[in-house]
Structure formats: structure tokens, C-alpha cells
């Protein structure tokens, strides 16, 4: 039976995954989009998402894109945008140039046949003021999820299960070979976590997880307090799994019309969202004493979060 919803699964995420629209500008200099951008961008509008991850982003975006006039998609460039979160967290503004470029063309091609452009990464985490400063986006959505249901998803993803010889504390300019083939697992996940790199390194996977989830949701907090609020607009993952009237609600706050019914709205969990990678999972019993501590913690940023609903 997990068989049959796995290919299942993967037949409907394809078929999401082929949705995405092109980007047509990819061609253009980087000055011609700057200045296009520039010019269309008090016209048109542009909404970010971010979140610490697994955190409905990808359902969102299927919401939001039966809606009218509005283009969405998430992780349109991943291995830019976790290079990006990566340089964040080292607090190294480094190829700066490039992902700007391609959210702008991103947005562009989005604007061509839709008013509204919606571009959502969980890499955006830790650059929430860069791109809300060189972006000027109309909304900035931040998806948050509780602690244990995050916590599971991403251990069935497998995170961390490589063991690499890396010293996290150095600012890699070149990928380990061990993530050649997804440079985003390292970009995206061995980012720096400051005074607990040491302890990070020494864990176990359930642990590290614990500590990329607290130190994310932490930064984005830190980030959203030094942007205007009225730009901010809070996606609570719990309360809208599957709530048609909290989605539609959610979506007018950022003067989107859902252009679907109840009974559509919810057969669209089943293209983004898996059972099979939120099952419940066993705790090593050593480790679950430092993941409460660190759950806390988790929980202490997430709640201020939800305080600017």
C-alpha cells in the first residue's frame, strides 16, 4: 500500500512540477532587467514566502495559482537560493547579483500574463531584509508549522543522514563532492549555526535537524523585525491544513481571490503533500531530553511569529 501512495505521489507532484511557468528573460543583461524591473514593479506586484521548510509552501503555491491573475512557484532556482542562505548565514552578501537577477526575471516572466507574482523558498530565510530592501515586494509571506510535525517531515526526508568531514565553521566558495549532484543538500542544510557548530557537528541526526530548525525559525524572526509589519503576513500550516475558509480568508490579506470550490480546494493536498513523508517516527531515547530543550526554543521564536498575525 505505501508503494501504491508513493508512485501515486510522484505522479501527481510531476504533474504540479510541470505547472511551473518558463522563465522568458533569462537571456537579458542584467542592467536591462534591473531597469524592466524597476519600471514594471509600481505597476505589477510581487509577494516572497518563506518559511523554515516543510511547511506547506508547495500546497500554498497550488492555492494560490487557482486563483486569478496571479502566477506562483516555489524554489524556482534551488541551488542559487540555498547558495544564497548559505552566504546569509556567514554573513557574506556574495553573488548577490545573481539572485536578484533571477527572482527579477522570475517576476517578469510572471508579469507577463498575471498581475501578481508569487515566488516562494524556504532559502529566503535568511535574507528576508536583503530582498525585502533590493526587491521592494508587496507582501512577505512567512509559512510556520508546528515543532513535531516539522520535525518529522524532515526526518523522513532523510536529512542528515551523510556523515561528511566538513568544518562548518569555514565558508565554502566550492561544493564537497559528496553534494555534487544536489549542492543544495549542503547550501541548503550544513549552514552556519554559530555558537552550536561544534555541537551540531558532534550529533545525531535527530538532533541536528532539531538545531537547523531552531536556529532558522530564529533568524527569521530576527529578520522580520526589521521590516514594516504591514507587510507581513503569518500562513499557520495547522490551522489551515485542508481549512478552505482560513485559506481564503489567509489569501484576501494579500488581495488574492480564490477562484476555487470547497470540494476542489481539497483534493489539492494530494499533488504537494505526501502522508508517507509525515508519518510519526521514533525519538532515540537519548537524544529526546536536548530535542525538548531545543523544541522550546523552537516554539519560544515560533510564537512571536504568530504575533504578527
Request: with cysteine; charged share 30%; proline share 2%.
Amino acid at each position: 500500500m505505501n508503494l501504491f501512495k508513493e508512485l501515486l505521489f510522484k505522479f501527481y507532484s510531476y504533474k504540479f512540477r510541470k505547472s511551473q511557468k518558463k522563465n522568458i528573460y533569462l537571456d537579458f543583461s542584467e542592467k536591462k532587467i534591473k531597469d524592466l524591473y524597476k519600471t514594471i514593479v509600481s505597476q505589477k506586484k510581487i509577494i516572497l514566502a518563506t518559511q523554515v521548510g516543510r511547511g506547506g509552501g508547495k500546497w500554498l503555491v497550488d492555492i494560490i495559482n487557482h486563483s486569478k491573475n496571479v502566477s506562483a512557484f516555489g524554489e524556482r532556482n534551488r541551488t542559487e537560493e540555498a547558495i544564497f542562505r548559505y552566504s546569509c548565514s556567514h554573513n557574506k552578501n556574495i553573488n548577490l547579483n545573481k539572485i536578484l537577477y533571477l527572482i527579477r526575471t522570475e517576476a517578469l516572466s510572471d508579469w507577463k500574463n498575471s498581475n501578481t507574482s508569487y515566488i516562494s523558498s524556504p532559502y529566503f530565510s535568511h535574507g528576508i531584509k536583503i530582498l525585502e530592501e533590493k526587491l521592494k515586494p508587496d507582501k512577505f509571506v512567512i509559512i510556520v508549522r508546528d515543532f513535531y510535525g516539522l520535525f518529522y517531515s524532515l526526518t523522513n526526508k532523510s536529512w542528515y543522514k551523510e556523515n561528511p568531514n566538513l568544518d562548518i565553521n569555514k565558508y565554502y566558495t566550492k561544493v564537497p563532492d559528496l553534494f555534487l549532484d544536489k549542492p543544495n543538500h549542503f547550501y541548503g542544510r550544513y549552514i552556519n549555526f554559530g555558537s552550536d557548530n561544534r555541537i551540531f557537528l558532534g550529533s545525531s541526526s535527530q538532533i541536528k535537524i532539531a538545531i537547523f530548525m531552531h536556529h532558522t525559525i530564529k533568524k527569521i524572526y530576527e529578520e522580520i523585525t526589521k521590516i514594516d509589519k504591514k507587510k507581513l503576513a503569518i500562513f499557520h500550516l495547522n490551522e489551515a491544513d485542508q481549512n478552505y475558509e482560513y485559506c481564503n480568508s489567509f489569501l484576501q490579506k494579500l488581495d488574492i481571490q480564490l477562484n476555487i470550490e470547497k470540494k476542489d480546494f481539497l483534493k489539492l493536498k494530494k499533488r504537494t503533500a505526501s502522508s508517507i513523508e509525515n508519518k510519526k517516527i521514533n525519538i532515540e531515547s537519548k537524544d529526546l531530553i536536548e530535542i525538548e530543550k531545543i523544541k522550546n526554543s523552537y516554539e519560544y521564536y515560533l510564537n512571536k511569529i504568530k504575533s504578527f498575525s
